[in-house]
């Protein structure tokens, strides 16, 4: 086993620890958060814009 | 069960705005510049080393139309999903579905490729050090997944970074060139001797057009960032406008290093042709730069590529275009976290595919029909909401020429990709009319009609 195929198990290993940590960090925020709390987003408006709206500029 | 029960039903949890300017154009710059490094040198074996620089200019045009297009349209628009949000707003839910899948298909899809690359060049470089059968299945899965990671973990460090990569990336392009003295001509660049007349005439530069797109593709992913950047209005434009300024000089300056030191029939099928480019230059120090230079705009390419990919799938999601449960945003990261995770094994499936040609095909193809669609968005913009309607943070000049201009380039660009890629094209376009069909006839009555349509807009003339 020479240095290139240690380094192809590692990025295996690694790629799957990466993968593993995100499922189960996703498992977990679905358990713990309600479910409408996390689809609630809406589409946003550019605060800037209304800032100055509200500031009455035009 | 413990933080949710606390929270008030009205809270929300949205993406976070925490980008500038600088984000944006290492969003736009990041997804294009490995289209500098390698893939913008197949319209040379298409049209020769004059008819790729035409092509390079004429599709540069195009691309100028699409920056000022999305730069005025995303200024109104500060939503997640880019061109699909405005398509949503300005045409209707058909053409934003389709417009939605063409993103999310050309992103993933140039994730995949940008993904083989580096796979790829790293089995070279173990071949060059006596280990000839290196796979390179493990670094794409690498690649993939440790960008989906970064991606996952918040939006500000995914774009810190791709602006760190993609500048070393371009300051590698600039170091080569004044490397190169081309204020000497005939001491490192030949075009003296390698520029000749075109070799398959005019129908050859009409055929470099589909490649010329390499140069800039993917550059108008920065209004994927609308609804995380602090001022959409002023960031948008700001950064796409200097992205587009960005790949333009390097546009060239890659065309006139390449051209000089390659013969056009070399250059025209080579697959890393700036590497070969520095490799002729005799310099060690160059051919590492540009190696770290090819790696890291692969690597910004596919960064930036999950974080328009995801954005586009989670906008649908929050639609009902898709199932709604696309829509969550990380309590804590805020990032669109299920998008991006849902999409790995996507992006993984085509790059174990190793058809890097097809991939790169259908993703060119997918962001052409976005592209036309942009032109006629344009116009019904400007005529539903004239610019004393709706405040804009940038107007560009002399509409509707730009997008008129874009939808005749668009035209010119499909009668290019007919002449080399026709199957794929009608594959293609017979997939999305597919797709249509599905929605219409059954997605379309999830979708709540009212939900959709948050923007404080007037309602558009004629209405």
């Not at chain 2, 997944?145 to 939006?155: F, T």
């Not at chain 2, 001491?187 to 003296?192: C, I, M, R, Y």
């Not at chain 2, 690597?299 to 586009?312: F, L, P, Q």
Request: proline fraction near 5%; charged fraction near 10%.
């Amino acid at each position: 086993m020479d240095f290139w195929d240690i380094l192809s198990y590692s990025a295996w290993i690694i790629s799957a620890g990466l993968l593993l940590w995100m499922l189960m960090d996703a498992i977990r925020i679905n358990r713990e958060y309600d479910e409408d709390l996390l689809i609630s987003s809406r589409e946003g408006a550019d605060e800037l814009l209304e800032a100055d709206e509200k500031g009455g500029r035009s | 069960m413990s933080e949710q029960t606390a929270t008030a039903p009205a809270e929300r949890i949205n993406l976070l705005k925490v980008l500038g300017p600088v984000h944006v154009w290492a969003l736009g710059v990041g997804i294009v510049l490995v289209g500098e490094y390698m893939g913008w040198n197949f319209s040379v074996g298409k049209g020769g080393a004059y008819g790729s620089l035409i092509a390079c200019w004429f599709i540069g045009l195009l691309y100028t139309c699409v920056a000022m297009i999305d730069s005025e349209v995303t200024s109104t628009v500060a939503a997640a999903g880019g061109q699909y949000a405005q398509a949503k707003h300005i045409v209707g839910p058909l053409m934003a579905f389709n417009v939605g899948l063409y993103l999310v298909l050309a992103y993933t899809m140039l994730e995949a490729a940008d993904a083989l690359v580096v796979g790829d060049l790293l089995a070279i470089v173990a071949g060059q050090f006596g280990h000839p059968d290196l796979d390179p299945k493990p670094f794409v899965v690498l690649t993939i997944a440790s960008l989906a990671w970064l991606n996952y973990r918040g939006v500000f460090m995914t774009l810190t970074v791709n602006f760190i990569i993609t500048a070393v990336a371009f300051i590698a392009l600039v170091v080569m060139f004044f490397w190169t003295q081309p204020w000497n001509p005939g001491a490192v660049l030949l075009h003296e001797k390698l520029l000749t007349d075109l070799p398959y005439g005019w129908i050859g530069v009409i055929a470099a057009l589909q490649f010329g797109m390499w140069y800039y593709l993917g550059i108008e992913g920065t209004c994927q960032a609308a609804e995380e950047v602090r001022s959409a209005g002023r960031s948008i434009p700001l950064g796409t406008m200097s992205g587009m300024i960005t790949l333009l000089i390097a546009a060239t300056i890659t065309w006139y290093m390449a051209a000089g030191l390659l013969p056009w029939e070399y250059l025209g099928q080579a697959g890393v042709p700036m590497y070969d480019a520095a490799q002729m230059t005799g310099s060690p120090t160059l051919m590492v730069l540009l190696f770290i230079g090819t790696i890291f705009s692969a690597i910004a390419s596919a960064n930036g590529c999950i974080n328009d990919a995801s954005r586009s799938w989670f906008s649908m999601g929050r639609d009902r275009y898709l199932p709604i449960w696309f829509a969550a945003v990380h309590p804590r990261y805020r990032t669109p976290y299920r998008a991006i995770i849902f999409l790995i094994p996507v992006a993984v499936a085509f790059g174990f595919t190793g058809l890097l040609d097809q991939v790169i095909t259908f993703s060119i193809l997918s962001g052409l029909l976005g592209y036309t669609f942009m032109s006629l968005n344009m116009m019904k913009f400007r005529k539903s909401w004239p610019l004393d309607s709706i405040k804009r943070g940038y107007v560009h000049p002399f509409h509707p020429l730009p997008a008129l201009s874009l939808l005749i380039l668009c035209g010119a660009t499909y009668f290019a990709t007919f002449l080399g890629y026709g199957a794929s094209l009608l594959a293609i376009m017979g997939f999305y009319i597919i797709a249509s069909v599905w929605f219409h006839f059954h997605r379309y009555k999830y979708v709540r009609r009212a939900d959709q349509f948050t923007m404080p807009w007037p309602k558009p003339q004629g209405y």
